[in-house]
């Protein structure tokens, strides 16, 4: 693995940690906002991003030239949200929600309960960044380390009581897991009968291998590894309470809304489903719900460690 350039003296590193992830994730959105032909609007991006956004983005060179998956990740979670409430969720809780503006900048029912969940710094600097402005349906934010198993157990299962039907949202947050932890989290979820539907991200072990070799060395160094791409794909899930419903690959989304880069066209010939060999780099969005006929609601407690179709 490469190593970090040293930072000059007195400089803070690229990635202080993995909240900045937000800061790099939000420059993305701000530039596809800007687009004549945007598929999305995100009015808040550039103030979110701020300096140190548009650093890490100036310096983390893969990320730039990886743009489309980033804007595609947002597209995509973007439909998938919209088709799951009007399919009939009520509620929708982010995990890791970051700097995540869907609250603000998505046409949502206004009767829509849309729950936050993160670290209390980017919450904090969230809210302030966001002071003047209005949340277009209800919006809470809960301050939890979701490492902390027993709280964010007690947290899942008092939502749920709130809850009638509850889409879960974890995007950029699993890569981050090993598998014990991936797995624990499912359970997790899994736990409250009302938390039906569940959108990830996810990468096939070829392409976390590329992302560690290419931006690895900045995240590890901020104490925010990149661990999590199962061989089994979505299938992972199953056992621990999820199965997918559908599944699909960001590249053949950014394909098919004109955000692929010509040299990565030829690429879009493969299929779009998960790679069973573990071979080819594939990253995706994963739409799952619950497995009710394998999972057993009620597992043993262990100690915290620290798409639609277009």
Known sequence: MTTPARQPAGQQPVIRNISDTALWAAVFRGWESQRPDALFRDPYAELLAGERGA?????????????WSWIARTYLVDQMIHAQIAAGAGMVVNLAAGLDTRPYRMDLPASLRWIEIDLPAILDYKEERLAAERPVCSLQRLRLDLSARAARRTM??????????????????????????????????????????????LVSPALLAVMKKR????????????????????????????????????????????????????????????????????????????????????????????????
Not at 55 to 67: C, P, Y
Not at 180 to 197: C, H, M
Not at 243 to 272: E, I
């Open 55 to 67: 650093r890490i983005a100036r310096e983390l060179k893969f990320g730039t030239r990886h743009t």
């Open 156 to 201: 899942f299962a008092e939502l749920g009581r709130k809850a009638n039907r509850a889409l879960i949202l974890s995007e950029g947050l699993m890569i981050y897991f090993n598998r014990e932890q991936a797995a624990a989290l499912a359970e997790d979820l899994a736990g409250p009968s009302s938390f039906e539907t569940w959108i990830l991200d």
């Open 215 to 310: 931006m690895g060395a900045h995240l590890e160094a901020a104490g925010a590894p990149l661990e999590f791409g199962p061989e089994e794909g979505p299938e992972f899930f199953v056992p621990h309470g999820w199965k997918p419903a559908r599944v699909q690959s960001l590249l053949h989304v950014a394909a098919r809304v004109k955000r692929l880069p010509l040299w990565m066209w030829p690429f879009a010939l493969f299929p779009d489903r998960f790679p069973t060999h573990g071979k080819r780099p594939w990253g995706g969005a994963c739409l799952l719900v619950r497995n009710e006929s394998v999972f057993d609601p009620n597992p043993a407690l262990e100690p915290s460690r620290n798409g639609n179709t277009l």
